[in-house]
């Protein structure tokens, strides 16, 4: 590639913090830069984030149908590379479908879709157009996150037998969304965010991450959901015991009304041999904790690199001691998409670690773990099947 790919935005407009968190990821390797917008369904905003933005006035849209319609009519050499969609969950949907249908790619946030049925549409239509999806579990960009998931997947830990997963936060610990917090009243409204707060918020996340370290799929589920802050609509907090395919077992814990903590994302995974811990509040750390020796301490970009893997290497940026965070590790997703993508034009096949990024059948996943919480919770059965 001898040019930046071209970005066109839906949502992540003026005061929008997923859409600046985006547009850092993408600039961040001088790989991708914004070149379109429809930034608000709000006329009126979306034109003043595009100025805010520097982006041309006639490559400012009102509308994300005026955008892909407009700008798959343009030359092959002016024209966007893909659709960025950082709305609320209801407003995923068409926007991809709809880009996908004119020929561009896309990045869409999580979760994929507002429900199960409109995941499977999203993941046959990017089957069918060939083109590429990126669905920004953030987390799975961070280098000793790949250092576990290889670590597993090479077999260091033996047969995996426990995995627990944890994600508590403690934003919504008041009734926020009635106190302005605009971010708060779309995510506890089942209209705009789906049928679970807490769980399609960020338990969507730790369930990936599940998944992501360990390879095994997720095959049941028994589910405890609770409505803590009185005059919710969605539940705020929650846990899950897990089944996974090799029999494992897990236990998956999410809160939103944690209060005083931020975000403290935390995965271990034990096998015969020993275990895993990460921490996304120390993400350079990787404890590897051995059944017969003592426990290891592994950083990201320390020199010691017959112990880290390509995959975790290639995901570094910094020398050992210069922490890496979530920016650097939404950062990686998208690079690792961008050099997809640029290796796709260049009719050059991509590298195993360039493509190891989270796609649609995550998303369909994430979706169908939502489903089959809520189902679960609902249920009088202790275990559900985990359908998808």
Not at 28 to 34: K, S, V
Not at 54 to 73: A, G, N, Q
Not at 155 to 172: C, D, M, S, T
């Amino acid at each position: 590639m001898n040019r930046k790919l071209r970005m066109g935005m839906v949502g992540g407009g003026k005061d929008a913090f997923i859409g600046a968190i985006h547009r850092i990821a993408a600039n961040m390797d001088g790989l991708a830069e914004l070149s379109a917008g429809a930034l608000s369904i709000d006329p009126d905003i979306a034109r003043e984030s595009g100025k805010m933005l520097f982006l041309p006035e006639d490559r400012t849209y009102v509308s994300f149908e005026e955008m892909i319609e407009k700008e798959s009519k343009l030359p092959a050499d002016k024209k966007i590379d893909f659709v960025t969609i950082v709305t609320p969950n209801f407003a995923h949907f068409a926007p991809a479908m709809a880009a996908l249908d004119k020929g561009f790619h896309v990045v869409i946030e999580k979760p994929i879709t507002f429900t199960l049925e409109e995941a499977k549409l999203l993941r046959q239509k990017v089957k069918e157009t060939g083109l590429i999806l990126l669905l920004t579990h953030t987390y799975a960009g961070y280098p000793m996150v790949k250092q576990a998931k290889q670590m597993v997947k090479n077999g260091a830990l033996g047969r995996i037998r426990k995995i627990y997963v944890e994600y508590p936060q403690g934003w919504l610990s008041r009734l926020s969304e009635r106190e302005g917090n605009k971010g708060a009243a779309w995510r506890t409204d089942p209209k705009k965010s789906g049928k679970s707060g807490s769980m399609g918020d960020i338990g969507t996340h730790a369930a990936h991450l599940a998944e992501y370290v360990s390879g095994l799929k997720i095959t049941k589920v028994c589910a405890d959901l609770n409505i803590v802050v009185e005059g919710r609509q969605l539940d705020d907090d929650g846990s899950v015991l897990l089944k996974f395919e090799n029999d494992a077992s897990g236990v998956l814990m999410a809160s939103q009304v944690a209060a005083g903590e931020e975000n403290a994302l935390k995965i271990r995974v034990y096998g015969e041999n020993g275990g895993l811990e990460w921490a996304q509040q120390e993400p350079n750390t990787l404890l590897v904790k051995w059944f017969d020796r003592p426990t290891e301490i592994l950083r990201a970009g320390a020199g010691y690199a017959d112990k880290l893997s390509s995959y975790a290497t290639h995901n570094c940026r910094t020398p050992g001691g210069h922490p890496e965070g979530y920016l650097e590790a939404f950062g990686n997703l998208y690079r690792n998409f961008a050099l997809t993508l640029s290796a796709r034009i260049d009719g050059v096949e991509p590298s195993a670690e360039m493509l190891d990024f989270p796609s649609a059948e995550e998303g369909v996943r994430g979706m169908a773990f939502i489903e089959n919480v809520v189902k679960s919770n609902a249920s009088n059965e202790k275990w559900t099947d985990y359908t998808v």
